[in-house]
């Protein structure tokens, strides 16, 4: 019986190992060729992630220069570092590029710098998320300017249901309430205080605003000039 098993054992050995021997006869070029596309493939992208993180590198040191050439006043040099990371660099470094560079032209041309990230906010390849903040950006600048009105309809719009709806409807209530306008500033402080997703140190400021919104407008009363004393009495 043991002589039996042992003889159905090599047997089998023998089967699998014809098998093996004809398999690769017949499909040795397509194995050896999926052996060689998988270590390609390994190698290329082991290749990719060095390539990808040298350029990371590479674009975090000209951003950090493009900074300090900013803060220096070297304002020609640094618009030209921005302008080639925002053109040449990757994704993330152009992006950044692009906001520093619109905020940097802000300091110097307001009009201009709401006009860069108005550029940023337009761009489709961008998420929503990304425009929305651009255009926060843009109307924060445009209501220091004399015409107010664009920043305003652009607040009103992030304030409906952007996730910078917070910072909208403060900066709303805000600039009703400097311009005397009690009522319109209480609305934008009331939604604050409903939604319970604002942010807790903002609560603390609404506060404040509320309490400056309950004052009302601060009237001045002018005081009558008390009565001139008498001339004092002429010796002679």
Known sequence: MAENNEFIREVNE????????????????????????????VGGWRYWQTAQRNAAEAASQQFDEANRLARDGKVAE??????VLGTQGPAGYRLLARF??????????????????DAISGDTALGDGLRDLARLRAALIRLDLPDPA????SLQSLAAGSPFRFTAREMLGLAALKNG?????GRWFDQLNMDPE???????????????????PVTVTQAKPEPAAPPPPITR
């Open 198 to 216: 604002t942010p807790q140190n903002l609560r603390q400021r609404i506060e404040v605003y509320v309490a400056l919104v309950a004052g009302g």
């Open 100 to 117: 520093r560079s619109a905020a940097e032209t802000a300091k110097r041309d307001p009009a201009a710098g709401a006009g860069a990230f």
């Open 150 to 153: 664009p920043a305003l309809a």
């Open 78 to 83: 640094a618009d030209k570092a921005y302008e």
């Open 181 to 185: 306008q009690y009522d319109e500033a």
């Open 14 to 41: 023998d089967y699998r190992r014809d098998k093996v021997a004809e398999i690769w006869r017949r499909y040795s070029g397509v194995i050896i060729a999926v052996a060689i596309l998988v270590v390609a493939g």
